[in-house]
């Protein structure tokens, strides 16, 4: 494991990011990736306090809070795309909520069937549906997806 900066742990994101938008046919969406301060009343240059500890995709954008204590662990597997390896254990977290985020953007942009007030925070309707998507990618089944992606 290696430690890098942040602007090396960003580029790797957005990099894995834009492999994910050419596979899934997305049209991409800005990143808010930052480094968690809690208690602090900053905000990202998207308005995202940098306390907030919680990814999200809102339809205009994804948020990937990257932990401070983690401040950003890359290795071979995360460079490796697509996965040769789909043991959640030894992902990185932030390549989890990024794919997490990005199954979302295919239940919105693909499917046409994400909800972020859908009573479970878009994991409902069209939630099984993306995650057999991306499974068909990757010759997953969606349970093997979701038991990666879903916190």
């Not at 834009?18 to 997305?26: A, H, K, Q, V």
Request: glycine share 10%; charged share 25%; aromatic share 10%.
């Amino acid at each position: 494991m290696t430690t890098v900066s942040l602007a090396e742990l960003d580029a790797a994101i957005r990099a894995d990011y834009l492999r994910l938008c050419g596979t899934f046919s997305l049209r991409s969406v800005p990143l808010d990736i930052y480094v968690v301060d809690d208690g602090s009343i900053d905000t990202t240059a998207f308005g995202t306090l940098r306390c907030n500890g919680t990814p999200g995709y809102d339809g205009q954008l994804i948020v990937i809070p990257v932990d401070p204590g983690d401040p950003g662990a890359i290795n071979k597997l995360a460079d490796e795309y697509p996965p040769s390896n789909f043991d959640r254990n030894r992902w990185q977290h932030w390549r989890i909520e990024l794919w997490h985020e990005v199954t979302h953007q295919v239940q919105d942009q693909t499917l046409q069937l994400w909800d972020r007030d859908d009573g479970s925070g878009g994991h409902t309707r069209g939630w099984l549906e993306a995650l057999h998507d991306l499974g068909l990618r990757f010759g997953k089944s969606a349970g093997e997806m979701n038991a990666l992606l879903y916190r």
